[in-house]
């Protein structure tokens, strides 16, 4: 008989208010002090819909093919060599940037305020790259798996961790592997954001077949442990820390889809603060 080892209950720290994102709660993601961070209306409506249109509009919108059911602007780091995945951000840059055409671009004032207050403490915040090229700000993203999750529950560490030698950013698993979540479309319904109080090991990821990918975790796996869901609007951000298992809830209405801008940023060492998607 094997013995089954219940999976363990991490505490979280969640905060969550309306207005503009501050610096000090970046970091305190980055540095493990808070787990999730959902703010309300941090970025203008307005700029949300039209950021929205340019991206179901996008001549470089395609069906993912990674086995993550979904719809993408851009390029994504998951189980691709640094060559592919560097390439492919160089032929989607121009697109993503047509996504904030003639907008102020919230990613951007985001990252750029944030290498100020990095700066100022000594730390250099910049895009991952290699002799490839780099990467870019973000990737626009609509889910679209059916049933109870539009994304199935993961953690965005263990594709970080098995990322592979030509990449800087596997670095970043040894530390926190922060997402961060623009949401300039969301649903009537469902779409929300849960987060279960739970940091896989990489001997939990071996128990459930998903070491290199840290996706998907079953729900009979996940059955025991507590979550929360964040219900988001348009115009919201979240951030939280990637290596605790998450998912998007099921989409219900024939109205809005749920698009998301996100990027990946952590420490790769004490003084370097590396961003990609």
Not at 123 to 137: P, W
Not at 178 to 184: D, K, R, S
Request: hydrophobic letters at 40%.
């Amino acid at each position: 008989m094997t013995t089954h080892q219940a999976p363990a209950i991490s505490p979280v720290a969640i905060r969550e208010r309306t207005g503009s994102i501050s610096t000090a709660e970046i970091i305190s993601v980055l540095k493990g002090e808070i787990t999730a961070l959902h703010i309300s209306r941090a970025f203008s409506t307005e700029i949300a819909e039209e950021i929205t249109a340019n991206f179901s509009g996008s001549p470089a919108l395609k069906e993912r093919k990674d086995g993550v059911p979904g719809q993408y602007v851009g390029a994504s780091h998951y189980r691709k060599d640094a060559a592919t995945y560097f390439a492919e951000a160089k032929t989607a840059r121009p697109y993503v940037d047509a996504l904030f055409e003639n907008l102020v671009d919230p990613v951007r004032a985001l990252f750029d305020a944030l290498k100020r207050e990095l700066h100022k403490q000594g730390i250099e915040l910049r895009l991952a790259r290699s002799e490839h090229g780099q990467a870019n700000i973000c990737r626009a993203l609509s889910w679209s798996g059916s049933g109870t999750f539009s994304l199935d529950p993961h953690d965005d560490v263990a594709q970080v961790l098995c990322a592979g030698i030509d990449y800087e950013l596997s670095a970043v698993a040894h530390n926190t592997v922060a997402a961060l979540n623009f949401y300039p479309s969301m649903p009537e319904e469902g779409g929300n954001l849960r987060l279960w109080n739970h940091k896989p090991t990489v001997i939990d990821r071996k128990s459930q077949g998903v070491e290199t990918t840290g996706y998907p975790y079953s729900a009979a796996y996940l059955e025991a442990i507590p979550c929360r869901d964040f219900q988001l609007k348009a115009g919201d951000i979240a951030l939280i820390d990637g290596g605790f298992v998450h998912g998007v809830t099921g989409q219900s209405g024939n109205g809005k889809r749920r698009v998301l801008l996100n990027s990946f940023f952590g420490f790769a060492r004490p003084d370097l603060v590396l961003w990609w998607t």
